[in-house]
């Protein structure tokens, strides 16, 4: 087992971005506030600074307006020399790297919380890159152990060989909070209130790793994804059908082969064909019908987190 090394230092330069896709509301309202009123986001051993992530496309309430943001944090596009003609979040993946990182360095940030919403009926979903990620891990432990009724998900996104290319993945440590369900362009009173909720909890956990606390091993339960799922299409590449309604808003539910995923507009079913029970998840996200992804298909699995042990107290100047 790999796991990354737990921090040996308090965590003090933590972000907090919102607005990384730039129509989903609860995030972008939440950084907003705190950029004006940022008193909420302080602890006694840090305080969390605000970013507005993608502020073009959150001025056109668009998810992105040249290329997704969220899939730009890799070395390629990071480390490609600048050119004029680069597409803006592009430009903006460098400026958050300057900010936030430079990703995998000593300089990097150490704990960056991105905020999503979907339009998937995920629940409160915590996405990490791995299971090797042992802080990451420990703060999904905690969140849900304070909130056991909102059966927070925990979605570990990174395949084996595949560079990180997120956000978060600037800093040293970092999750994304993944709410839904709600519409892109729609702030839900229930859901941003929950967003803040969390977040409050995120930073009260790093405050409690950096007052001495230590954190037992545990067993851990989580989804990551083993393919994705496009829908039916027409020659001319639009729908021929919809998500059944059997498989709508069923985020992390067991899907058997057999069973209908999608509803043909001529009337008939089309059936799961695969051969094991796999846990779909993000159900008919609308930023996903561009991307070709009607679902995403995930295997559930668990593993064990090693304790986190306490930080030790600097050693006093020798008198
Ligand atoms: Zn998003």
Redesign the pocket.
Known sequence: MCSLPVPREPLRRVAVTGG??GN?MSGIYLARHWLQAPAELQRPSFSAVPVLANPAATAGCR?YVDHDL?RTFTSSFLNSRPTPDDPYEVTRARELNQLLGPKASGRAFDFVLDL???TANVGTCLIAKSSHEVFAMHLCRHLQLQYPELSCQVFLYQRSGEESYNLDSVAKNGLGL?LGPQPQGVLRADIFSRMRTLVATVLDFIELFNQGTAFPAFEMEAYRPVGVVDFPRTEAGNLAGTVHPQLQDRDFQPLQPGAPIFQMFGGEDLLYEGESTVYPMFINEA?YYEKGVAFVQTEKFTFTVPAMPALTPDPSPAS
């Open positions: 990384t896709h989903e998810r969220n999503h919403n979907t993944e930023a």
